[in-house]
């Protein structure tokens, strides 16, 4: 087998955090005509860094093949609009963006955010590389390209449209498997004056919350204050902020400029206390971590056998990226668990890939009146709750399985 090298510092990596095993890519969704036919199944081992505790994948597949026909659209979760309303009306304060500003945004989606900053009559540019999913940012009037960001390709964009005085990279650096080219890609679009915001799942919540479901074959690294600033700091980069979220079970957002232009907020050194606190300094506090996964897998397929035998019916509710990973980690299937019903059209009337679990309209789950209901994107719990909330007119209990089993 050949060596695995760091996508930070290139340093051999040998230390595994968990193995969940072998697992499909977690956005392949199975459409009804290929439902007899196989699925190509990949390690998802997750290693970290013993030089500097980058939590990260090895690559399996390609990101034109993982982004080939994407299936997550961001605009059909109402807490996250909100989120990005409220971060478009923050930044724009802040900031001072006008007419003469130019936001762009780095795996744009659907649009879900930059429609706020269109509203404002700021101008955009969203870069997306899903087609599928570009064009129906596209169909909504704002601007974007369908293209995979790198240095070459912000180079293009900054002598086509000018240099950003924002660059909004949210929940995108997971997705990098090339992280230097990146973020030289961000320091190539960026006005000399300009700001860079950059939010991901802390990877303290991974660790104290057993959030291993967010590990998929997409994203290729998760990421810490101490792991991320070197990659910034090498590309001329500086922290000068930063905020905690409660979005994705534990985010952060970082606040960039060119290095020199600012200092770090009290903020940035209290997070590099926490963490070093925490122990994400410490090699053993990653040895500790795959028991605490075992775990919750033995208690939730503890709590499905025992639903079976009891003659009790459990259905889900989501088609999320990270209940692949949490189902086919356990080897759920549909003897287990009867169903999922998702607001996502694109997922619809499709299968969950390796599962093979149907997934519905959230209509079918009203229909059908299960016992059980697992919320798989646990994340969005309280708003599930809410829309569903006719779930408990007939007893119905909502399950979940992550940081540790509840049914309430």
Known sequence: ?????????????????????????????????????????????????????????????????????????????????????????????????????????????????????????????????????????IERGIRSEILFFGEGTARELRARFGAADLIV?????????????????????????????????????????????????????????????????????????????????????????????????????TLRQEERRAGLLERKTYLAYAPKVHAVKRDLLEFLIQAAREGKRVAAYGAPAKGNTLLNYCGIRADMLAFTVDRNPLKQGSLLPGTRIPVFAPERLLAERPDYVLILPWNIKDEIVAQMHDVRTWGGRFVIAIPQLSVE
């Open 169 to 269: 990279a949210n929940n995108v650096l997971a997705h990098v498997p090339d992280l230097h080219d990146f973020v030289a890609g961000l320091t190539a679009l960026l006005a000399d004056d300009g700001w860079v915001s950059a939010e991901f799942p802390h990877v303290l919540h991974l660790i104290e919350e057993t959030q291993f479901d967010t590990i998929y074959h997409e994203h290729f690294c998760y990421y810490s204050l101490h792991a991320i600033e070197p990659v910034f700091a090498r590309h001329g980069l500086a922290v000068v902020d930063v905020e905690r979220l409660s979005t994705h079970g534990g985010s952060l957002r970082l606040w960039l400029r060119r290095a020199g232009r600012g200092s770090p907020s009290a903020a940035v050194a």
């Open 1 to 137: 087998m050949s060596p695995l090298f760091c996508r930070s510092c290139d340093a051999p990596l040998e230390t595994v955090l968990v193995d969940l095993g072998l697992s499909p890519l977690s956005n392949s969704y199975v459409t009804p005509e290929l439902a007899k036919e196989g699925e190509m199944f990949l390690p998802l081992r997750v290693y970290v860094c013993d030089a500097c505790l980058l939590v990260q994948l090895q690559a399996f597949e390609t990101r034109e093949h993982i982004f080939l026909n994407y299936a997550y659209l961001s605009s059909f979760s109402e807490s996250w609009l909100a989120h990005a309303a409220a971060y478009v009306e923050a930044a724009t304060q802040r900031l001072g963006l006008g007419a003469g500003s130019l936001v762009v945004e780095v795996a744009s989606n659907d649009g879900y955010l930059l429609q706020y900053f269109v509203a404002r009559g700021v101008p955009v540019v969203g870069v997306e590389p899903a087609a599928n999913v570009a064009a129906i940012a």
